[in-house]
T-cell receptor, first 114, second 115 residues
Framework: SAVISQKPSRDICQRGTSLTIQCQVDSQVTMMFWYRQQPGQSLTLIATANQGSEATYESGFVIDKFPISRPNLTFSTLTVSNMSPEDSSIYLC???????????FGSGTRLTVV | AQSVSQHNHHVILSEAASLELGCNYSYGGTVNLFWYVQYPGQHLQLLLKYFSGDPLVKGIKGFEAEFIKSKFSFNLRKPSVQWSDTAEYFCAVNAGSSNTGKLIFGQGTTLQVKP
């Protein structure tokens, strides 16, 4: 299955600032996703990162707050903009590889906003 | 809308006890089903998955799950748990016919195994 490298692994940020998270995959993948895991909770899908076009956002998530780029089939970024303490979460990148491998997740970015 | 429900939020067992974690989903069409585990301080790992065929699926570390279509369930089982199974367990569903690719996760179950 694919190997995902996600950076940074953790960060502490001031409110009002922005953080860009990178997701690098060691092989070309069709499907890439960004999830959020708030403290003590399950994973919630933020958006599907589409190569060469705008991301598809889930209800409750908007492009202005979570802009996503996907310039090619192995790389994507998620930006958390104008951060507030409520954005403190783990953000995870995931790729879908079909029946044989299912979905693989990155190690996540633990974000704390102070 | 699709949803996934895990009934047990926090389970405490002694070593060697049997485990069954419930998972129900709401979707009437073709589904792909997954169980993931998250050990303390680590990232999500796939335990097992069901796409088609034999509804009894065997995964890693002695875990298995049974897909019962009539009950919309995909319960996770292990005959004898170990202290090292202490972790968070997540059930997830992908609606195969719509093929959006996205996973919908249940709330998660925290398993604590006492030595």
């Amino acid at each position: 299955s694919a190997v995902i490298s996600q950076k940074p692994s953790r960060d502490i940020c001031q409110r009002g600032t922005s953080l860009t998270i990178q997701c690098q995959v060691d092989s070309q993948v069709t499907m890439m996703f960004w999830y959020r895991q708030q403290p003590g909770q399950s994973l919630t899908l933020i958006a599907t990162a589409n190569q060469g076009s705008e991301a598809t956002y889930e209800s409750g998530f908007v492009i202005d707050k979570f802009p996503i780029s996907r310039p090619n089939l192995t790389f994507s970024t998620l930006t958390v903009s104008n951060m507030s303490p409520e954005d403190s979460s783990i953000y995870l990148c995931s790729v879908g590889q079909g029946i044989n491998y299912g979905y693989t997740f990155g190690s996540g970015t633990r974000l704390t906003v102070v | 809308a699709q949803s996934v429900s895990q009934h047990n939020h926090h389970v405490i067992l002694s070593e060697a006890a049997s485990l069954e974690l419930g998972c129900n989903y709401s979707y009437g069409g073709t589904v792909n089903l997954f169980w993931y585990v998250q050990y303390p301080g680590q990232h999500l790992q796939l335990l097992l998955k069901y796409f088609s065929g034999d509804p009894l699926v065997k995964g890693i570390k002695g875990f298995e799950a049974e897909f019962i279509k009539s009950k919309f369930s995909f319960n996770l089982r292990k005959p004898s748990v170990q202290w090292s199974d202490t972790a968070e367990y997540f059930c997830a569903v992908n609606a195969g016919s719509s093929n959006t690719g996205k996973l919908i996760f249940g709330q998660g179950t925290t398993l604590q195994v006492k030595p």
